[in-house]
Nanobody
Framework: VQLVESGGGLVQAGGSLRLSCAAS????????WGWYRQAPGKERELVAT???????DYANSVEGRFTISRDNAKNTVYLQMNSLIPEDTAVYYC??????????????????WGQGTQVTVSS
């Protein structure tokens, strides 16, 4: 199983970015997705989550500015980030709780992380 993120970059305050995270491998089902972020010197924090049914939840700091969505057919999750502020600067990671088929064809469920993508918001 591999999670690959894209879409990070440098943006001015007030701007927007859209992050993507695509899962690949012998995936049977993705139960939930999460976006996390880690700023320098700080612990990793939860930004947003979305269930298999599409129910989303957000950290208070991003509520109303960020939107998480998923494309089940593409095994992909997105994070639309609007009205960005310098405090949003961090490495953003996606996380997926999923079930995949192992080499012996038995199913296995676990949580997997992407490699991270840098988001920098300048003032």
């Amino acid at each position: 199983v591999q999670l690959v993120e894209s879409g990070g970059g440098l943006v001015q305050a007030g701007g927007s970015l859209r992050l993507s995270c695509a899962a690949s491998g012998r995936i049977i089902s993705i139960h939930s997705w999460g976006w996390y972020r880690q700023a320098p010197g700080k612990e990793r924090e939860l930004v947003a989550t979305i269930t298999s049914g599409g129910s989303a939840d957000y950290a208070n700091s991003v509520e109303g500015r960020f939107t998480i969505s998923r494309d089940n057919a593409k095994n992909t999750v997105y994070l639309q980030m609007n009205s960005l502020i310098p405090e949003d600067t961090a490495v953003y990671y996606c996380n997926a709780k999923l079930t995949f088929r192992q080499s012996d064809f038995l199913p296995r469920t676990g949580a997997y992380w992407g490699q991270g993508t840098q988001v920098t918001v300048s003032s």
